[in-house]
Protein backbone atom coordinates (compact mmCIF):
# COMPACT_ATOMS: atom_id res chain seq x y z
CA UNK A 1 0.00 0.00 0.00
CA UNK A 2 1.83 3.48 -1.06
CA UNK A 3 1.85 5.84 2.08
CA UNK A 4 -0.68 8.45 2.27
CA UNK A 5 2.02 11.46 3.48
CA UNK A 6 5.81 11.04 2.89
CA UNK A 7 8.30 12.98 4.87
CA UNK A 8 11.51 13.13 3.26
CA UNK A 9 14.70 13.82 5.15
CA UNK A 10 13.21 16.75 6.59
CA UNK A 11 15.23 19.65 8.45
CA UNK A 12 14.80 22.87 9.85
CA UNK A 13 16.81 25.84 10.87
CA UNK A 14 16.22 29.02 12.72
CA UNK A 15 18.97 30.69 12.07
CA UNK A 16 21.67 28.82 14.46
CA UNK A 17 19.01 26.36 15.61
CA UNK A 18 18.68 23.20 14.03
CA UNK A 19 15.21 22.01 15.49
CA UNK A 20 14.39 19.07 12.99
CA UNK A 21 17.45 17.07 11.37
CA UNK A 22 16.89 14.68 8.68
CA UNK A 23 13.20 13.68 9.59
CA UNK A 24 11.87 10.98 7.65
CA UNK A 25 8.89 8.76 8.12
CA UNK A 26 5.35 7.41 6.39
CA UNK A 27 2.25 7.25 7.02
CA UNK A 28 0.03 4.19 5.80
CA UNK A 29 -3.66 5.09 4.66
CA UNK A 30 -5.98 4.27 7.54
CA UNK A 31 -3.81 4.17 10.40
CA UNK A 32 -2.75 6.13 13.54
CA UNK A 33 0.99 7.59 13.25
CA UNK A 34 2.08 9.10 16.89
CA UNK A 35 5.15 11.05 17.29
CA UNK A 36 6.78 11.37 20.52
CA UNK A 37 9.14 12.67 22.06
CA UNK A 38 10.53 14.80 25.10
CA UNK A 39 9.62 18.80 24.90
CA UNK A 40 11.86 20.76 22.35
CA UNK A 41 11.96 17.39 20.19
CA UNK A 42 10.67 19.12 17.25
CA UNK A 43 6.95 17.54 17.04
CA UNK A 44 5.28 20.72 16.52
CA UNK A 45 7.85 22.26 14.03
CA UNK A 46 6.96 18.85 11.91
CA UNK A 47 3.56 19.34 12.00
CA UNK A 48 3.99 23.29 11.07
CA UNK A 49 6.38 22.06 8.11
CA UNK A 50 3.75 19.24 6.96
CA UNK A 51 0.64 22.18 6.96
CA UNK A 52 2.72 24.56 5.06
CA UNK A 53 3.41 27.01 8.36
CA UNK A 54 7.07 26.31 7.94
CA UNK A 55 8.94 25.68 4.75
CA UNK A 56 11.48 23.26 5.27
CA UNK A 57 15.02 24.46 4.91
CA UNK A 58 16.15 20.96 3.41
CA UNK A 59 13.90 17.86 1.95
CA UNK A 60 10.03 17.59 1.17
CA UNK A 61 6.75 16.58 2.42
CA UNK A 62 4.83 14.21 -0.05
CA UNK A 63 1.13 14.10 0.36
CA UNK A 64 -0.61 11.33 -1.87
CA UNK A 65 2.97 11.38 -3.85
CA UNK A 66 2.47 14.81 -4.62
CA UNK A 67 5.19 17.47 -2.82
CA UNK A 68 3.82 20.09 -0.48
CA UNK A 69 6.62 22.29 -1.06
CA UNK A 70 5.75 25.88 -1.32
CA UNK A 71 2.25 25.19 -1.02
CA UNK A 72 0.31 27.51 1.40
CA UNK A 73 -1.62 26.36 4.41
CA UNK A 74 -5.30 27.19 2.96
CA UNK A 75 -4.04 24.87 -0.46
CA UNK A 76 -2.97 22.59 1.80
CA UNK A 77 -5.85 21.94 3.99
CA UNK A 78 -8.15 22.11 0.42
CA UNK A 79 -6.04 18.89 -0.36
CA UNK A 80 -6.92 16.80 2.20
CA UNK A 81 -4.64 18.05 5.35
CA UNK A 82 -6.57 19.40 8.14
CA UNK A 83 -5.09 19.80 12.01
CA UNK A 84 -6.00 20.39 15.45
CA UNK A 85 -3.56 22.60 17.84
CA UNK A 86 -2.26 22.33 21.26
CA UNK A 87 -3.57 25.17 22.72
CA UNK A 88 -7.79 24.82 21.60
CA UNK A 89 -7.98 27.77 19.02
CA UNK A 90 -11.90 28.15 18.57
CA UNK A 91 -13.37 31.50 17.76
CA UNK A 92 -14.54 31.77 20.90
CA UNK A 93 -17.28 34.38 20.66
CA UNK A 94 -18.92 32.81 17.81
CA UNK A 95 -21.64 29.71 17.98
CA UNK A 96 -20.29 26.52 17.96
CA UNK A 97 -21.98 25.76 14.49
CA UNK A 98 -20.66 29.33 12.86
CA UNK A 99 -17.35 27.75 13.93
CA UNK A 100 -17.69 24.43 11.82
CA UNK A 101 -19.58 26.92 9.25
CA UNK A 102 -16.15 28.65 8.63
CA UNK A 103 -14.08 25.30 7.64
CA UNK A 104 -17.21 24.03 6.28
CA UNK A 105 -17.56 27.40 3.40
CA UNK A 106 -14.08 26.26 2.38
CA UNK A 107 -15.78 23.57 0.12
CA UNK A 108 -19.16 25.45 -0.53
CA UNK A 109 -20.36 24.98 -4.07
CA UNK A 110 -21.41 28.88 -4.42
CA UNK A 111 -19.33 31.68 -6.06
CA UNK A 112 -18.63 34.89 -3.78
CA UNK A 113 -21.06 37.47 -6.21
CA UNK A 114 -23.65 35.30 -6.05
CA UNK A 115 -23.67 34.87 -2.59
CA UNK A 116 -23.07 38.10 -1.89
CA UNK A 117 -26.37 39.32 -3.89
CA UNK A 118 -27.91 35.82 -2.14
CA UNK A 119 -29.20 33.98 -5.41
CA UNK A 120 -31.01 31.40 -5.44
CA UNK A 121 -28.55 28.98 -6.18
CA UNK A 122 -26.46 30.62 -3.13
CA UNK A 123 -29.21 29.90 -0.43
CA UNK A 124 -29.62 26.59 -1.44
CA UNK A 125 -25.64 25.62 -1.51
CA UNK A 126 -25.53 27.63 2.42
CA UNK A 127 -28.30 26.02 3.91
CA UNK A 128 -26.82 22.80 2.51
CA UNK A 129 -23.94 23.79 4.29
CA UNK A 130 -25.87 24.67 7.47
CA UNK A 131 -27.84 21.13 7.45
CA UNK A 132 -24.58 19.19 6.86
CA UNK A 133 -22.61 20.98 10.04
CA UNK A 134 -25.55 20.49 12.32
CA UNK A 135 -25.53 17.08 11.26
CA UNK A 136 -21.54 17.24 11.87
CA UNK A 137 -22.39 18.49 15.11
CA UNK A 138 -25.19 15.67 16.09
CA UNK A 139 -22.36 13.03 15.24
CA UNK A 140 -19.94 14.92 17.63
CA UNK A 141 -22.58 15.00 20.37
CA UNK A 142 -22.89 19.00 19.92
CA UNK A 143 -26.17 18.96 18.63
CA UNK A 144 -27.70 20.34 21.36
CA UNK A 145 -24.99 23.28 21.38
CA UNK A 146 -24.89 24.40 18.64
CA UNK A 147 -26.23 27.81 18.90
CA UNK A 148 -24.47 28.15 21.78
CA UNK A 149 -21.44 30.52 22.69
CA UNK A 150 -18.43 27.94 21.76
CA UNK A 151 -16.08 29.89 24.59
CA UNK A 152 -19.47 28.69 26.82
CA UNK A 153 -18.42 24.83 26.24
CA UNK A 154 -16.97 22.56 28.88
CA UNK A 155 -13.01 22.14 28.47
CA UNK A 156 -14.13 18.38 26.74
CA UNK A 157 -16.69 19.75 23.95
CA UNK A 158 -14.49 22.56 23.07
CA UNK A 159 -11.70 20.17 22.16
CA UNK A 160 -14.46 17.60 20.42
CA UNK A 161 -15.69 20.95 18.64
CA UNK A 162 -12.13 22.00 17.13
CA UNK A 163 -11.97 18.03 15.62
CA UNK A 164 -14.81 18.84 14.45
CA UNK A 165 -14.38 22.08 12.90
CA UNK A 166 -11.29 20.14 11.48
CA UNK A 167 -13.43 17.30 10.33
CA UNK A 168 -15.43 20.08 8.65
CA UNK A 169 -12.36 20.52 5.72
CA UNK A 170 -13.16 16.59 4.84
CA UNK A 171 -9.59 15.47 5.03
CA UNK A 172 -8.27 12.49 4.47
CA UNK A 173 -5.07 13.14 7.09
CA UNK A 174 -5.87 14.15 10.49
CA UNK A 175 -3.37 16.27 12.45
CA UNK A 176 -3.90 16.10 16.15
CA UNK A 177 -1.95 18.00 18.42
CA UNK A 178 -1.21 16.55 21.91
CA UNK A 179 -5.33 16.17 21.91
CA UNK A 180 -5.31 14.65 25.37
CA UNK A 181 -3.43 18.13 26.51
CA UNK A 182 -5.39 19.09 29.65
CA UNK A 183 -7.06 15.82 30.53
CA UNK A 184 -7.14 13.26 33.59
CA UNK A 185 -6.75 9.49 32.92
CA UNK A 186 -10.63 8.88 32.51
CA UNK A 187 -11.02 11.38 30.31
CA UNK A 188 -8.00 10.20 28.15
CA UNK A 189 -9.67 6.84 27.61
CA UNK A 190 -12.90 8.32 26.64
CA UNK A 191 -10.64 10.47 24.47
CA UNK A 192 -9.11 6.97 23.07
CA UNK A 193 -12.26 5.55 22.69
CA UNK A 194 -13.85 8.61 20.74
CA UNK A 195 -11.06 8.62 17.92
CA UNK A 196 -11.71 4.85 17.65
CA UNK A 197 -14.88 6.17 16.53
CA UNK A 198 -13.81 8.80 14.56
CA UNK A 199 -11.48 7.20 12.44
CA UNK A 200 -13.62 4.47 11.56
CA UNK A 201 -16.41 6.02 11.05
CA UNK A 202 -14.98 8.82 8.77
CA UNK A 203 -12.08 6.80 7.46
CA UNK A 204 -9.74 9.20 8.55
CA UNK A 205 -6.10 8.77 8.53
CA UNK A 206 -4.68 10.32 11.58
CA UNK A 207 -1.33 11.56 12.69
CA UNK A 208 -0.82 12.91 16.45
CA UNK A 209 1.76 14.33 18.82
CA UNK A 210 0.85 13.53 22.31
CA UNK A 211 2.75 13.07 25.48
CA UNK A 212 -0.05 10.71 27.85
CA UNK A 213 1.92 7.25 26.78
CA UNK A 214 -1.39 5.57 27.51
CA UNK A 215 -3.28 6.78 24.95
CA UNK A 216 -0.13 6.62 22.14
CA UNK A 217 0.72 2.86 22.88
CA UNK A 218 -3.09 2.04 22.93
CA UNK A 219 -3.96 3.63 20.11
CA UNK A 220 -1.62 4.27 17.86
CA UNK A 221 -0.69 1.27 14.55
CA UNK A 222 2.81 3.23 14.41
CA UNK A 223 5.15 5.41 16.42
CA UNK A 224 7.91 7.62 15.62
CA UNK A 225 10.17 9.33 18.12
CA UNK A 226 12.10 12.39 17.80
CA UNK A 227 14.98 13.52 20.60
CA UNK A 228 16.43 16.67 19.42
CA UNK A 229 14.97 16.89 15.86
CA UNK A 230 16.14 13.70 15.16
CA UNK A 231 14.70 10.40 14.90
CA UNK A 232 15.89 7.72 17.72
CA UNK A 233 13.25 5.06 16.77
CA UNK A 234 10.23 4.11 14.89
CA UNK A 235 7.91 0.93 15.18
CA UNK A 236 5.24 -0.26 16.56
CA UNK A 237 4.18 0.31 19.99
CA UNK A 238 5.96 -3.16 21.25
CA UNK A 239 9.23 -2.22 19.81
CA UNK A 240 9.50 1.35 20.73
CA UNK A 241 8.41 0.78 24.08
CA UNK A 242 11.16 -1.71 24.63
CA UNK A 243 14.17 0.05 23.05
CA UNK A 244 16.91 1.43 24.85
CA UNK A 245 17.16 4.47 23.61
CA UNK A 246 13.44 5.34 23.90
CA UNK A 247 13.99 4.19 27.76
CA UNK A 248 16.98 6.26 28.29
CA UNK A 249 15.58 9.52 26.15
CA UNK A 250 11.82 9.56 27.14
CA UNK A 251 10.20 6.64 28.63
CA UNK A 252 12.51 6.34 31.66
CA UNK A 253 13.21 3.18 32.94
CA UNK A 254 10.83 3.02 36.22
CA UNK A 255 7.19 2.15 34.67
CA UNK A 256 7.79 3.57 31.00
CA UNK A 257 5.41 6.46 31.41
CA UNK A 258 6.39 10.09 31.40
Known amino acids: MKPLLEVRDVTMRFGGLLAVSDLSFE ?46 PSNIARRGIARTFQNIRLFRDLTVLDNVRIASDAHARYALPGAMVQLPAARRAEQETITRC ?29 IARAMALQPALLLLDEPAAGMNS ?11 WLRDHFSVTMLLIE ?10 DRITVLDFG ?15 KVIEAYLGPEDGHE
Do not use: W
Open 211 to 220: HHMQLVMTFC
Open 27 to 72: VTPGHAHGIIGPNGAGKTTAFNIITGIYAPTAGDVLFRGESLAGQR
Open 186 to 196: AETLKLVEFLG
Open 230 to 244: KTIAEGTAAEVRSNP
Open 134 to 162: LDLLEKFGLGDAAYERAGDLSYGSQRRLE
